[in-house]
């Protein structure tokens, strides 16, 4: 996993997953280069800061946040290659 992070975000740090190779290991531990490691990708909400503003009197500070989706990792898995002939 790496950690995604973003100060201006909340979450402000978000795990996310890293596929380390291209090919697969089967059920034995041996490499298998007939099926492709791919990510798992999940869309989720995060509030963003949008402005930082003084108000309501007596220096007050006031967070303005905004609702954001973004794409993250969650994983890998093993796929079947598709094969396209020309």
């Known amino acids: 996993f790496r950690l995604n992070e973003d100060e201006t975000r909340i979450p402000r740090v978000i795990p996310e997953a890293v596929c380390k190779f291209k090919w697969c290991v089967n059920s034995i531990g041996d490499k298998d280069q007939k099926l492709n490691s791919v990510e798992i990708q999940q869309e989720m909400y995060v ?25 993250i990792t969650v994983g890998c898995t093993c796929v079947n290659p598709i094969i396209m002939e020309s």
């Open 47 to 71: 509030l963003k800061l949008k402005l930082n503003a003084t108000g309501g009197g007596k220096g007050c500070r006031q967070d303005i946040y905004t609702v954001e989706t973004m794409m």
